[in-house]
């Protein structure tokens, strides 16, 4: 008596699985009966991966030659077939445009885009012989409102947008879908990140914004919590937006995570752009100072 073939689990790579967004997906994907193989960029953080019971590959979007052996690692693994790509690894380099060297532009294009770009690309055959697949990008409510001191994470992550549009547009028949997300505050270590980015490339002593530079520091180097802000949601937010672009018929060429998203979208299309940059400015303002508690004058 033949014994019945078990049904093949959907696969899917993630990017930038060490910790936030990236890791909550990864344990709640395969919960959700997905096969995941979670990227990571050091040998380090793949063994706490495993003990989650999830696969982990080594994977840094900013090495073409880490993009191309995951990719290999992950084809061998499951006979040449993929049905999901989250495009989820980036940081946030903030400062004043004029204050950011080329180098820090640089960086930045080559984590949130450039990598992104590449990496869909890499794993596109696969999708295309399969005739099916998922490209999910992790965008931002900055990827189409701007705000102050943000300027290197706003641009990425308009030219991610941009790319994903036309992307979907090419794939038109292709059987591969492309979604983004673009969430608000999400509880992360994406904060500490910015700091350590904001350490490297910034000198606030010889800038023209150095005051507004001392709010900035105060602000990134408090730690994220869920209860950083009033509109920041856990990681799980994007996790339920996720499943719905992997598994649902018609994923939504766009999803909105949070409610500044929201706000800001409904905005965006009702006002002219003088006004928009007011409220903008005006709901970042707090940003901009320092709390009396901080040790400041709180101007």
């Known amino acids: 008596m033949k014994t019945a073939r078990q049904p093949q689990r959907p696969t899917v790579l993630i990017s930038g699985c060490s910790s936030g967004i990236g890791r909550?997906?990864?344990?709640?994907?395969?919960?959700?009966?997905?096969?995941?193989?979670?990227?990571?960029?050091?040998?380090?953080?793949?063994e706490s991966l495993h003990e989650l019971g999830l696969e982990s590959v080594l994977l840094d979007v900013d090495d073409p030659a880490s993009i191309r052996a995951a990719v290999e690692t992950v084809l061998a693994a499951t006979d040449g077939r993929l049905d999901a790509l989250f495009n989820n690894a980036g940081f946030g380099q903030p400062g004043a445009l004029e204050d950011l060297p080329r180098q820090a532009l640089r960086e930045q294009f080559e984590t949130n885009v450039f990598g992104a770009m590449e990496l869909t690309a890499s794993v596109l055959p696969a999708m295309r012989r399969h005739g099916h697949g998922r490209i999910?990008?992790?965008?931002?409510?900055?990827?189409?409102?701007?705000?102050?001191?943000?300027?290197?994470?706003?641009?990425?992550?308009?030219?991610?947008?941009?790319?994903?549009?036309?992307?979907?547009?090419?794939?038109?028949?292709?059987?591969v879908r492309v979604s983004l997300i673009e969430p608000g505050p999400i509880s992360s270590r994406f904060r500490a990140n910015a700091?350590?980015?904001?350490?490297?490339?910034?000198?606030?002593?010889?800038?023209?914004?150095?005051?507004?530079?001392?709010?900035?520091?105060?602000?990134?180097?408090?730690?994220?919590?869920?209860?950083?802000?009033?509109?920041?949601?856990?990681?799980?937010?994007?996790?339920?937006?996720l499943i719905h672009a992997l598994e649902s018929r018609r994923p939504r060429p766009r999803y909105y995570v949070t409610l500044p998203t929201y706000l800001f979208g409904y905005l965006r299309?009702?006002?002219?752009?003088?006004?928009?940059?007011?409220?903008l400015l005006r709901a970042t303002a707090a940003e901009r100072r320092l709390p009396p508690d901080a040790g400041g004058n709180g101007t």
Not at 25 to 39: D, E, I, K, M
Not at 144 to 150: E, I, K, T
């Open 24 to 46: 909550c997906c990864a344990v709640g994907l395969r919960r959700q009966g997905w096969r995941v193989f979670a990227g990571v960029r050091q040998d380090a953080q793949m």
């Open 136 to 175: 999910v990008f992790n965008s931002s409510v900055l990827g189409f409102v701007a705000l102050p001191y943000r300027g290197a994470y706003n641009a990425s992550k308009f030219a991610l947008e941009g790319l994903a549009d036309t992307l979907r547009m090419e794939l038109r028949g292709s059987g």
């Open 195 to 241: 700091l350590a980015r904001y350490r490297q490339f910034i000198k606030p002593q010889d800038s023209a914004h150095r005051d507004v530079y001392r709010a900035v520091e105060y602000r990134l180097a408090q730690e994220d919590e869920p209860a950083s802000g009033p509109f920041t949601l856990p990681p799980e937010a994007v996790l339920k937006r």
């Open 269 to 279: 299309r009702i006002l002219p752009t003088r006004a928009m940059d007011a409220v």
